[in-house]
């Protein structure tokens, strides 16, 4: 599996990024542990996992995915082989975080944040941590294909409703790279204003600069190459694609309006984002499409962003050893100037559905 460098450090991450999100609620930690041992063996290096984990995130279940990585790597003595990223949540009225209180992207809740995911981790220091989602009013994912009400504007003090300043954020990062708890920064969900902030604070000096950008890219949501992109090779920011199968609408499993029993859609009905108007049959398209190449839907959608010359990793996540080991595979797909014509085609007419 080839590695790739993130952003401008010192750090070769695999093609393939080994998510997380369902280990404590939809796996158990023995799942967990088995899916992190077939990755590792296939040449996977690179975890990605957050304090809100798993999915859906609830009071009671919140943390338990750092632990299950945690408890895995304490017992097979190699956390000096994994590159291991985690995220603090951005602004949140949800209190079981912060022990009954809300948060925000400021200094004791940061480090309050860290603390808790070193703890859980069983690890003295983080390789990439994330800020999991901008804590300024922002449309989810920050790449919409529209915008409605226009967010309240900020400049580097602050704006109305209380929100922290990049700077001041950023410069608690850099106290976190200092201290030697965590080596790098990341972003995740953020648009191309607040990518360029972020990296002109840190030209400044504040702090520590920008190495990476987690946003969701796939076949119905390709927002990333409107601005991002450019923005990203520029600055040699690496983008870490999340839901790449589009939380398995490109499996082929819900064609149809089908809901498989056990599937993510029937047991927590948080699939709206892939469920926009017309979402449903430019799905359909994408996976019948793969079906003419001779593939598995999962497998050409797995295999389409990991080719991507502007993608360092792509965040795969399942639930099984089989789904694990078809994303894992899609490495290996050569992707071809045919496939590239007939996705593009399909998404001339159909565009991002789903942003």
Request: neutral net charge.
């Amino acid at each position: 599996m080839q590695k790739r460098r993130l952003g401008r450090t010192d750090l070769l991450v695999s093609q393939i990024c080994l998510g997380s999100m369902t280990w404590g609620q939809q796996n158990t930690q023995a799942d967990g542990h088995a899916q992190m041992d077939l990755a590792f063996s296939r040449g996977v290096n690179f975890i990605d996992t957050a304090e809100l984990y798993p999915i859906p995130p609830k009071a009671e279940t919140q943390g338990w995915t750092e632990k299950i990585i945690g408890s895995w790597m304490r017992a097979k003595g190699n956390r000096d082989q994994v590159i291991l990223a985690s995220k603090v949540v951005g602004r949140t009225a949800n209190k079981w975080f912060r022990g009954d209180r809300p948060s925000k992207l400021v200094r004791a809740d940061i480090f309050d944040a860290v603390e808790k995911s070193l703890t859980r981790l069983n690890t003295d220091y983080l390789d990439l941590y994330q800020i999991h989602w901008p804590e300024r009013e922002v449309p989810w994912g920050a790449n919409p294909n529209r915008v409605g009400a226009v967010p309240l504007r900020a400049d580097s003090a602050g704006a109305p409703g209380g929100e922290t300043p990049i700077p001041e954020t950023l410069a608690v990062f850099d106290e976190l790279v200092k201290a030697g708890k965590i080596r790098h920064f990341g972003l995740s969900n953020e648009s191309s204003w607040g990518v360029m902030r972020f990296i002109g604070e840190a030209d400044k000096g504040v702090g520590p600069r920008l190495a990476s950008l987690q946003n969701a890219y796939n076949f119905v949501n390709r927002g990333f190459e409107v601005n991002l992109a450019e923005v990203c090779e520029r600055e040699q920011v690496s983008l870490l694609a999340y839901s790449p199968l589009a939380q398995g609408y490109l499996t082929g499993k819900y064609d149809h309006g089908a809901r498989p029993q056990g599937s993510r859609s029937q047991l927590f009905n948080r699939g709206q984002r892939y469920e926009t108007p017309n979402a449903a049959e430019a799905q359909l398209e994408y996976n019948e499409l793969a079906r003419t190449f001779g593939m598995e839907p999962a497998l050409f959608a797995n295999a389409y962003v990991t080719s991507r010359p502007f993608v360092t990793s792509s965040i795969i996540g399942a639930t099984t050893l089989p789904q694990l080991e078809m994303a894992l595979s899609s490495a290996d797909v050569v992707w071809s100037e045919d496939m590239q014509k007939a996705v593009d085609a399909i998404h001339q007419r159909v565009g991002n559905p789903c942003p």
